[in-house]
């Protein structure tokens, strides 16, 4: 019964936050632009992961401050304890994460608005409610919290060997980890350098569904009826013989060419004065298909020059979905470094006020963004070749959908800040008591371990359940973050961050002074453990 509160708890949670999230989030569609469709999804997918988190630090630290006391300190005084630590630090995670999640307002597209806007909500509602609904529900349940035979140990457990096994080369080599550690993370981001991305378009959707076999039937009976260019020119009314004669050109040429159609008679819409006109060009190719983008490009850059802009003051452009997919893409690629920028930014500043130090919030950041990287990397070595269609069952379009890799690094980077600010959380507190650097790393990351680890095991299931689905952008994105996460809980945590951490050691803590040296700090709850006996 006392497992079942202990597992129950973290769920309910996650899943009222979500329930409450969707709530708030469709109040807020009658004041800002929604875009539906994937939003709820990713909505569930981070509520789920950040509302199970926030739970179990919280419900972890209740329990160690029980089982540190052999369970003389009441439930009520382990639970004031748990938020002077594990609450302020589920509170600074949340601020962290929603930093993050707000950077994708600065892509300006509806579509990562309307993201960043539900995620934040659920963020903030897990959050809250970790702070507030959790604690004064665990207080009503008392001790039935506490787990099997806590009551009965009168000291805690000895430390895992598996995790000080783990953690042993990080800290007895720590120039050959980091050195190793690093090379295997930037060695799988290194693919990230040809990533080629696209906006997602029918050729996306599974042929199961019946609309897509009907339409894919419809285009290749009737090829000049599917996907086209939409060229468009104005002049001034006098020159309309001049217009016409210039599209009848146009239109020409492009027969010449293999990129294009061929169709019984010119699709030309013109206006009464014959000042404006559209004409359709239609093309043998999907919008990803690389040929499309090579139509457009002789389209934009040879031939409507050569003809329409022979007019004098004649003004014209090219619309259509080659032409979306192609300008979308480079507005994501123009908006990808400042959204990088500004996420770096806020998060390293959030990490320098938490501890106070330059060299461990910079630390902190590069880590993080490795881990970004690392699944940019490995997004491309999956989804843009065929090597891994059998395994994961899809077809490769040969690209990356236009949104996924802004999606995949604003919420993996904050949701690596999680583990990061819990683990360094442990460590601060270490250093507090007048352990050595080392020491403090040590168990830092040895008490946090266990918890980190369930928590990434129980966000990375949320994730791969997203790789089974038919849509190949949840299923990129669920790859990458599942991926991530891993990558992070083990790679960066147990590796990388105790190793460097070893390295820089005293200095790391600058300008925070570390108390090695000073009195010993009382571990949190030990005022309220003599308070109690008092």
């Known amino acids: ?54 739970s ?38 949340g601020i962290a994460v929603i930093a993050s999640l707000a950077g994708l307002y600065l892509v300006g597209d509806v579509v990562f608005s309307s993201i960043a806007t539900a995620c934040i909500v659920v963020v903030a509602i897990a959050m ?19 787990g099997g035979k806590l009551m009965r140990r009168k000291q805690p457990r000895s430390e895992s060997r598996v995790w000080s096994a783990m953690l042993r080369p990080s800290m007895k080599h720590p ?16 693919p990230a350098l040809g990533m080629k991305l696209s906006v997602e378009g029918k050729e996306t959707f599974p042929d199961s569904l019946q609309t897509i076999a009907a339409y894919e039937a419809m285009t290749e009976a009737f090829p000049a009826e599917g996907v086209f260019h939409m060229a468009v020119a104005e002049v001034e009314p006098s020159q309309a013989d001049e217009l016409a004669a210039a599209v009848t050109e146009l239109e020409a040429r492009t027969r010449d060419s293999d990129l294009f159609a061929e169709t019984d008679h010119p699709r030309i819409r013109a206006s009464p004065d014959g000042s404006a006109v559209a004409l359709e060009l239609p093309i043998h190719y999907p919008t990803s298909d690389p040929r499309a983008a090579e ?37 994501q690629s123009s908006r990808l470094l ?72 604003a919420i993996l980077y904050g949701l690596s800040l999680d ?35 369930s928590a990434a095991v129980i966000m990375m299931s949320v994730f791969v359940a997203f790789i089974f689905t038919d849509r190949i952008e949840m299923k ?16 960066v945590r147990i590796m990388l961050l105790p190793a460097l951490m070893s390295l820089v050691e005293r200095r790391g803590w600058w300008p925070m002074r570390w108390q090695a040296n000073g009195p010993a700090v009382a571990p949190a709850g030990a005022e309220l453990l003599d308070s109690a006996r008092r």
């Open 295 to 331: 139509s457009l490009n002789l389209l934009r850059d040879e031939l409507l020059p050569d003809t329409v802009g022979q007019i004098d003051g004649a003004t014209y452009a090219v619309s259509g979905e080659p032409a979306y997919a192609a300008d979308f893409s480079d507005l």
């Open 56 to 93: 179990l630090f919280y419900l972890k630290r209740i329990r160690e401050e029980r089982l540190r006391t052999g369970g003389t300190l009441s439930v009520a005084a382990s639970i004031e304890a748990a938020a002077a630590t594990a609450g302020r630090t589920v509170l600074t995670a």
């Open 419 to 453: 583990y990061q600010l819990f683990v360094m959380s442990r460590i601060k507190e270490a250093a507090k008591r007048g352990l050595t650097p080392r020491a403090a790393i040590r168990e830092g990351i040895i008490s946090s371990a266990s918890v980190v680890t």
């Open 128 to 146: 809250i409610s970790s702070l507030t609904v959790l604690p004064a529900l665990l207080a009503k349940i008392g001790r039935r919290i506490d």
């Open 1 to 54: 019964m006392a497992l079942a509160w202990w597992g129950l708890h973290p769920l309910l949670l996650a899943i009222t936050s979500i329930i409450a999230s969707m709530g708030v989030y469709a109040l807020s569609s009658y004041f800002f632009p929604n875009a539906g469709g994937a939003v709820v999804s990713v909505l569930t997918m981070i509520g789920m992961a950040v509302g199970v988190d926030y």
């Open 338 to 409: 400042v959204v990088l920028g500004f996420v770096l930014l806020a998060t390293l500043l959030i990490m320098f006020l938490t501890f106070k130090s330059w060299i461990m919030a910079a630390l902190s950041t590069i880590l993080n963004l490795l881990s970004s990287l690392t699944a940019w990397g490995a997004l491309v070595l999956v989804f843009q070749g065929t090597w891994a269609e059998g395994l994961l069952a899809f077809e490769s379009p040969g690209f990356l959908g236009s949104r996924t890799p802004l999606m995949v690094f």
């Open 175 to 190: 120039v050959a980890t980091s050195i190793i550690g690093l090379t295997v993370l930037i060695g799988l981001s290194a």
């Open 476 to 491: 990129q994105l669920g790859f990458a973050l599942a991926l991530g996460v891993l990558l992070d809980a083990v790679v």
